[in-house]
């Protein structure tokens, strides 16, 4: 298994990793009749999202999505289509409006020495990290967490990253759903 490509979002003039989700209302390729495909293992949901906001307002701006031929108009965007591309279909300058309520972790800036082959990092893997909270789509608050995210840091550095070599099988099983899970608190 792969570490997973996470979707995105530009924010401050930089591209952030979203590595933490609670809420509902982001981009759903079923709802735009799409089936993705999993063609390689850094992302097997098939597709990748970049957010951005325009006066407050959460926009989906690319969507690169495989899907084994041309895709769909999306808001009236036509994709640009490549099957030799890494995603054969990729939706530039969607501006498309997102209804998404919940909180949101945007992270930057990778400690590369706490990479693990598998799933999502967390946001304590992060240098700097904000937290966005939206209601229907649009940012009513954002906080930076990076403080707590370094104290938490330090308490998971000391443990295993991944389960070791006599780790059971159920324990390991755990651990994977665990990678791929997208929610936080704190």
């Not at 325009?54 to 994709?79: C, F």
């Not at 906080?143 to 324990?171: F, G, T, Y």
Request: glycine residues 6%.
């Amino acid at each position: 298994m792969t570490a997973q490509i996470p979707d995105s979002f530009l924010f401050q003039d930089k591209k952030f990793s979203i590595v933490g989700v609670n809420g509902a209302g982001l981009f759903d390729p079923y709802a735009h009749k799409m089936n993705p495909l999993p063609h390689i293992t850094s992302c097997w949901r098939g597709y990748v999202c970049t957010y951005k906001t325009v006066y407050n307002k959460l926009l989906l701006d690319t969507l690169q999505i495989n899907l084994g031929n041309e895709g769909l108009l999306i808001n009236e965007i036509h994709p640009v289509f490549d099957p030799k591309n890494t995603f054969d279909n990729v939706y530039n300058d969607l501006n498309l409006h997102m209804d998404f309520t919940g909180g949101m972790l945007l992270a930057h800036g990778f400690f590369q020495h706490l990479y693990v082959h598998m799933g999502f990092h967390p946001a304590w893997k992060y240098e700097t990290v904000f937290e966005l909270v939206i209601s229907h789509g649009y940012v009513l608050e954002t906080r930076e967490v990076s403080q707590q995210m370094a104290e938490l840091r330090d308490k998971m550095v000391r443990q295993p990253l991944e389960p070791n070599a006599d780790a059971s099988k159920e324990a390991i099983e755990k651990w994977i759903a665990s990678t791929f899970r997208m929610e936080y608190r704190f």
